[in-house]
């Protein structure tokens, strides 16, 4: 049974160019160990990548590895893309990172003339709708985009004009040698999550997993699917090896999740005791992102997989003025201060690194801040940048103890022991000292 093997070029050398074993830093190359082996194998669609101009080109050396990753919600490419092109275009001028994820695309996924949301029609969720005149001017103002900038782009998208995510990859770089669109591991290698919030793409370096995380919401049927969501990433987290998981992953994206107490402002008491009070359990009331559960949640992640928050590595200390990658909006009506998350901000955008890439990092960086939201780019959300220092650059050792040390400074930021010492609701033992906490209803 094949799967889905997405070459990075058609014209790459000969195998026998290529490690046989090992990366530079001693981890299975992709060539060997991909994605696929996580899963279980599936019928493939037999869909390849899109030839791209230079597919024909003549054969060149090895294409440099990813190390620059930009993780952002763009809340509408096609909006910013119309509305705010010049930050746009200074953004990936002066950064030039070789990969951004892009949450909340939204743009609606490719299906027959005339499709509307919900019609049952399939839809090709990697590929942008053109069902409408104005859908197909849109899809072609973001293919152009992206390629003036010299990236190529990998979607996921929905059927209607929500959630989404997108891949874009530097053409100069490695292409992925693998895509999947799903956290379910039985799932074909075609399938995609339904509201094309997934992407995993296979390196030589390492894994890379996009999400788009739901938000938690305000009903109880929001918190068990948030829940459920939780529940999937740990199960890939658990199918790969988890910590010991033979190839490192980069997990980025908007992870919808202020991980600790300083990672909101300016009060976080406000966050939790002013904002979804109305939840059934305890532990799931607060402003969503930052309840008691999903921080738990987020904890037993980092810990089932081995990974650590690349920008807490080299900013232990929480300052929520310049560590939040979400700020509210400025009042419609009156005065900016009339909005009610004017001036206030959550960290809910990560990039995620195996224990053995953390001391990697060699800059990671929010690329925005204020009230009036500096080179957020249109908006609510800014980029945040991590730079992984090239395989044979790497610092010896895994790195985690930095990181660890900033969440602990995190959580003990003003203020956090009223709250974070609550007992967590019983739950599902994952992994040696982790629990997922569960609100009063079942998912």
């Given at each position: 049974?094949?799967?889905?093997?997405?070459?990075?070029?058609?014209?790459?050398?000969?195998?026998?160019?290529?490690?046989?074993?090992?990366?530079?830093?001693?981890?299975?190359?992709?060539?060997?160990?991909?994605?696929?082996?996580?899963?279980?194998?599936?019928?493939?669609?037999?869909?390849?990548?899109?030839?791209?101009?230079?597919?024909?080109?003549?054969?060149?050396?090895?294409?440099?590895?990813?190390?620059?990753?930009?993780?952002?919600?763009?809340?509408?490419?096609?909006?910013?893309?119309?509305?705010?092109?010049?930050?746009?275009?200074?953004?990936?001028?002066?950064?030039?990172?070789?990969?951004?994820?892009?949450?909340?695309?939204?743009?609606?996924?490719?299906?027959?003339?005339?499709?509307?949301?919900?019609?049952?029609?399939?839809?090709?969720?990697?590929?942008?709708?053109?069902?409408?005149?104005?859908?197909?001017?849109?899809?072609?103002?973001?293919?152009?985009?992206?390629?003036?900038?010299?990236?190529?782009?990998?979607?996921?998208?929905?059927?209607?004009?929500?959630?989404?995510?997108?891949?874009?990859?530097?053409?100069?770089?490695?292409?992925?040698?693998?895509?999947?669109?799903?956290?379910?591991?039985?799932?074909?290698?075609?399938?995609?999550?339904?509201?094309?919030?997934?992407?995993?793409?296979?390196?030589?370096?390492?894994?890379?997993?996009g999400t788009y995380t739901p938000n938690n919401g305000g009903s109880e049927d929001a918190h068990a699917r948030r829940r459920r969501w939780d529940e999937a990433?740990?199960?890939?987290?658990?199918?790969?090896?988890?910590?010991?998981?033979?190839?490192?992953?980069?997990?980025?994206?908007?992870?919808?999740?202020?991980?600790?107490?300083?990672?909101?402002?300016?009060?976080?008491?406000?966050?939790?005791?002013?904002?979804?009070?109305?939840?059934?359990?305890?532990?799931?009331?607060?402003?969503?992102?930052?309840?008691?559960?999903?921080?738990?949640?987020?904890?037993?992640?980092?810990?089932?997989?081995?990974?650590?928050d690349a920008y807490r590595t080299l900013h232990p200390v929480a300052n929520w003025a310049t560590d939040v990658t979400w700020r509210g909006c400025a009042g419609?009506?009156?005065?900016?201060?009339?909005?009610?998350?004017?001036?206030?901000?959550?960290?809910?955008?990560?990039?995620?690194?195996?224990?053995?890439?953390?001391?990697?990092?060699?800059?990671?960086?929010?690329?925005?801040?204020?009230?009036?939201?500096?080179?957020?780019?249109?908006?609510?959300?800014?980029?945040?940048?991590?730079?992984?220092?090239?395989?044979?650059?790497?610092?010896?050792?895994?790195?985690?103890?930095?990181?660890?040390?900033?969440?602990?400074?995190?959580?003990?930021?003003?203020?956090?022991?009223?709250?974070?010492?609550?007992?967590?609701?019983?739950?599902?033992?994952?992994?040696?000292?982790?629990?997922?906490?569960?609100?009063?209803?079942?998912?």
């Amino acid at each position: 049974v094949s799967r889905a093997a997405i070459p990075a070029n058609n014209n790459q050398p000969p195998p026998t160019t290529r490690p046989t074993t090992t990366t530079a830093r001693g981890y299975p190359p992709a060539s060997l160990m991909s994605i696929a082996s996580f899963f279980k194998r599936a019928e493939s669609s037999g869909s390849k990548r899109p030839r791209e101009e230079d597919d024909d080109a003549a054969p060149a050396a090895p294409k440099p590895h990813v190390r620059t990753l930009a993780a952002w919600n763009a809340n509408s490419l096609i909006q910013r893309i119309q509305c705010n092109r010049p930050d746009l275009d200074r953004f990936l001028r002066e950064h030039s990172p070789d990969v951004v994820f892009i949450s909340e695309v939204r743009s609606p996924a490719l299906g027959p003339a005339g499709c509307k949301k919900g019609d049952g029609q399939r839809r090709q969720q990697d590929k942008l709708s053109r069902a409408s005149h104005s859908l197909a001017s849109e899809a072609d103002a973001i293919a152009r985009f992206v390629r003036q900038h010299g990236y190529r782009a990998y979607w996921s998208l929905a059927e209607y004009k929500y959630a989404g995510t997108g891949l874009l990859v530097k053409a100069a770089c490695e292409q992925p040698r693998e895509l999947r669109h799903s956290l379910d591991p039985n799932a074909a290698a075609a399938t995609h999550q339904t509201e094309g919030r997934v992407i995993l793409a296979s390196f030589e370096r390492f894994d890379l997993l996009g999400t788009y995380t739901p938000n938690n919401g305000g009903s109880e049927d929001a918190h068990a699917r948030r829940r459920r969501w939780d529940e999937a990433c740990a199960a890939l987290l658990q199918r790969r090896g988890g910590a010991a998981a033979a190839r490192p992953l980069v997990w980025l994206g908007d992870l919808n999740v202020a991980a600790e107490w300083g990672d909101v402002g300016p009060d976080p008491g406000w966050f939790r005791d002013k904002n979804g009070q109305g939840a059934a359990h305890a532990d799931d009331r607060g402003q969503p992102g930052f309840t008691p559960n999903e921080q738990a949640r987020f904890r037993s992640l980092l810990a089932a997989g081995g990974l650590v928050d690349a920008y807490r590595t080299l900013h232990p200390v929480a300052n929520w003025a310049t560590d939040v990658t979400w700020r509210g909006c400025a009042g419609k009506d009156g005065p900016p201060a009339a909005g009610r998350y004017y001036a206030k901000g959550m960290r809910i955008d990560y990039v995620l690194v195996d224990r053995r890439l953390a001391g990697s990092v060699v800059r990671a960086e929010v690329l925005g801040g204020g009230a009036e939201r500096r080179g957020f780019l249109g908006s609510d959300h800014c980029p945040l940048l991590v730079e992984l220092a090239a395989a044979e650059e790497a610092k010896e050792g895994d790195g985690s103890r930095a990181a660890e040390a900033g969440h602990a400074r995190a959580a003990s930021a003003t203020g956090s022991a009223p709250h974070d010492a609550r007992p967590l609701a019983d739950g599902v033992g994952l992994g040696a000292g982790a629990r997922w906490p569960v609100g009063s209803s079942s998912s």
